[in-house]
């Protein structure tokens, strides 16, 4: 063993990261930006995801500190299968704007950028993210660049973009300051919903404290803090 210069240390080289090549994910996630029809539509989204610095940095972030996608490209992935569930939702309803509901996904957890750190004591809260938390960051980064780019958004337009960011967790209790009004928005909060609770869930069934190895229990040995109940896991391929 010898130790290192902290120049010379990477906390990433020690840190739990997607089991996906990130590239897949990015190709995936570009194409899905690419389909938005809308020219202004597209343009809101590409203020932060034509912009190389800021896909550096939203690669590296976790989709959480504990719990659903806490992982080096975590937060990649989880906005990745957020806008995917989104916009399938979208063209089975067919009256939903497939377009807003994909940039409602898209940008609906920017904030986590500045919101979470990495180190080499692995994830936590910025100063930012815990005096304001990441559904207001992620307001306040949208109105900072759209202010500094110039986009000509209406004021209407602008705060519907915004209403994505603020409604996604469906409730106040759950951290929105307001709840979803459109039926845009109701979509993206259902499929960040389902993205973060089915990961959960995964997470859980390879939880050896609720599945020990070799163990041959169908049922987990105590309920699942991340779900609130016992999970079943089915014996058979």
Known sequence: LRVL????????????????????????????RAGIASPLVRQAVDLFFADDAFRVQFERAPGA???????????????????SIARHIARTVRQANADLV???????????????GVSAEGFSHTPS??????????ALM?????????????????????????????????GSPVQPMTVEAEIVHWADESSAKATDMLDE???PDLFPPGGTNEFSAKRSWRMGRRLWRRPNA
């Open 5 to 32: 210069p902290a120049e010379q240390f990477d906390p990433e080289a020690f840190l739990v990261r997607i089991d996906v090549e990130t590239e897949k994910v990015w190709d995936a996630m570009d194409k899905l």
């Open 65 to 83: 500190v504990n719990g659903h996608h806490s992982q080096l490209g975590g937060l990649l992935l989880h906005v990745y299968e957020v806008a």
């Open 102 to 116: 994909v940039a409602g996904a898209l940008l609906h957890d920017i904030g986590k950028v500045e919101a979470y």
């Open 129 to 138: 993210g815990m005096l304001l938390g990441h559904v207001a960051l992620g």
């Open 142 to 174: 949208f109105d900072r660049r759209l202010i500094s780019s110039g986009l000509a958004l209406t004021n209407a337009q602008r705060d519907e973009i915004l209403h994505f960011i603020l409604s996604h967790h469906g409730a106040l209790e759950f």
């Open 205 to 207: 069934f390879a939880d």
